[in-house]
């Protein structure tokens, strides 16, 4: 396997088109040292790189997709920075020369994550929100002080305790809830603690406990207007109020819908997530030997020492249980990622029309790579092509008709809905989004880009 054979045995990898943009709360999770016990004044005077950076080094050679224009020699790299540059970050030292190699890629979406502040970076890209309360939304109706329930998050406290869209809390603890604040008020309470509501359903007075505790938020919303179907794709995520991720939820929303001929699915302001989500959701609306989108992705070649590629395309090799339904789909500037393969996986099947204004433009995917040090290494390597092999890569996905008005966008996604006659004829941008230069980027976006100071950052 070459002098780098070693790095690819048990190294774990997650590959997946990841969010458009990654924030980090930064905060050490323990004192910040190294595994390397080099001192700082030998390792920045003899220019050493650590285990961990010459491990980053071989990743980046082998997987980043710009690394013969962007990637040069290890010693480029190593012994930049001033010791104290990030400590207002609680980045440590041992650490530096990494974020400012991954810096220097022209890419706001490869960067490095040290261990310190990993985990928390790690389960947001794989999860929803997790929240902990009852896990339940409600209304008041008109100026009464009648309270109904609207929404049970699926597996979360209440929903496990039993409460039902269409209650009416008529009580909590006991006390009648005379104004929102005492509802909300009432209804606050913490992991572990139990709130005993009081409502009525169907006529009859029932007294329902709720444990708070912790759940997973839903990603997926269902509403109606004038009777059609909108079903609001929140983002794509393996672990999700429903067991089975994003995926779960939009099947079970498609099957509630069942009976309608058409469905509005809106993608606005989603930014993305996993790519085995989004992959499997379109082929639910798809043929049998309907192809969904190829992804030309790097992989190691350590018998030559170079970059090698894979292409491949998914082909649904069943009928999607919803393929006969006529889809409309609501897009944006911020629908981005795996958002823009579920449209043109369909689109370029079905020829579904599109409504809103250009997408975002990300055609790239990144894998994730838990180093030796249990950091993370965050990798452009995937390249989205239809089956003409064309890209939307930094032009985006053009609407048939463009319409940056939300509600207005709405109004005409219902229109094509209830006419089911308009077959799509817009493609791909031809203007570049300008969502790919660093410093077009917003900072928190691109830490290891904008934590560098001034001096230290590439102009791209």
Known sequence: MGK???????????????????????????????????????????????REFMHNYELLYYYYKDAKEYLGDPEDYIGKIKDDALSQYNIPWDYYDLYYMYSQMNDPFTQYVDPFHSSSLLISLNSSEEKMDAGFEWEKQGTSNKYFITNVVKNSP???????????????????????????KLSTGVKDETITYTVLRDSQALT??????????????????DSIPII??????????????TYGEFTNYLRETEKYKSTIIDLRDNGGGDGDQCFSMSQLLLSRGDSTVGVISTKPDTIREKQAYDTTFRINNFDGFAKDRYYVFLVN??????????????????????VGTTTYGKGIGQATFITPSYSLAIITGMKVVDKNFKSYHKYGIVPDFIISDEEQALNKAVQLAKEMSYARTAGYGTTNTGHF??????PDTVPGFYYLPEEYRKKF
Not at 25 to 43: H, V
Not at 208 to 225: A, C, D, M, N, R
């Open 437 to 442: 230069a660093k410093v077009a980027t917003e």
């Open 232 to 245: 609001k794709i929140l983002e794509f995520t393996a672990h999700t109020s429903n067991n089975s991720g």
């Open 158 to 184: 209440a929903d496990k305790a039993g409460l039902k869209v269409g209650d009416q809390i008529t009580a909590i603890e006991g006390i009648e809830p005379t104004s929102e604040y005492i509802f909300n």
């Open 4 to 50: 780098f054979g070693h790095l690819f045995k048990n190294i774990p990898a997650f590959r997946t088109l990841i969010y458009t943009a990654l924030t980090l709360p930064f905060f050490c999770l323990t004192a910040c040292t190294s595994e390397d016990t080099t001192s700082s004044w030998d390792y920045r005077t003899e220019s050493r790189a650590t």
């Open 208 to 225: 329902i406990p709720i444990t708070l505790g912790p759940y997973y938020t839903s990603t997926v919303e269902l509403t109606y207007k």
């Open 333 to 354: 500037n911020q629908s981005a990622s795996c958002s823009e393969i579920f449209v043109q996986s369909v689109v370029m099947n079905k020829k579904y029309p599109v």
